[in-house]
């Protein structure tokens, strides 16, 4: 398979998600929302900082414009008040099934070969 056949169905995402009225996302930002809603929790900064192999700094950064977004929120924890949680919303979980519908609609156009 070429790179123009594994990456034109993305293409057509990434392109969907800019024209619509979605957060514009880093890639950062990506792959920590992506890491909270489809990897067993709980989640914590220090964790995903982990996980990503990511300063804990930038994690807070990335969880900053997503909190914005209302796509995570941050609690602290309630037996250890220095731990802060990352917990999924629902609106993160509705901007997730969009993303997914997009993701499945440009596959079935790309092995319809439609592009």
């Not at 900064?45 to 996980?51: F, G, T």
């Not at 008040?81 to 993160?92: E, H, M, P, Q, S």
């Not at 979980?93 to 499945?104: G, H, K, T, Y």
């Amino acid at each position: 398979m070429s790179q123009n056949d594994l990456l034109t169905p993305w293409r057509e995402v990434m392109v969907e998600m800019v024209r619509g009225d979605q957060p514009d996302l880093s890639m950062r930002q990506w792959a920590l929302l992506l890491t909270v809603y489809l990897t067993p929790g709980p989640h914590t900064v220090r964790r995903l900082s982990e996980d990503l192999e990511v300063p804990k700094p930038a994690i807070s950064r990335a969880l900053d414009a997503l909190s914005i977004h209302g796509l995570v929120k941050r609690e602290r924890h309630d037996a250890d008040r220095r731990v802060v949680l990352v917990r999924k919303t629902a609106d993160g979980s509705e901007f997730l099934d969009r993303f997914a519908e997009a993701v499945d609609a440009s596959e079935r156009s790309a092995d319809l070969g439609y592009y």
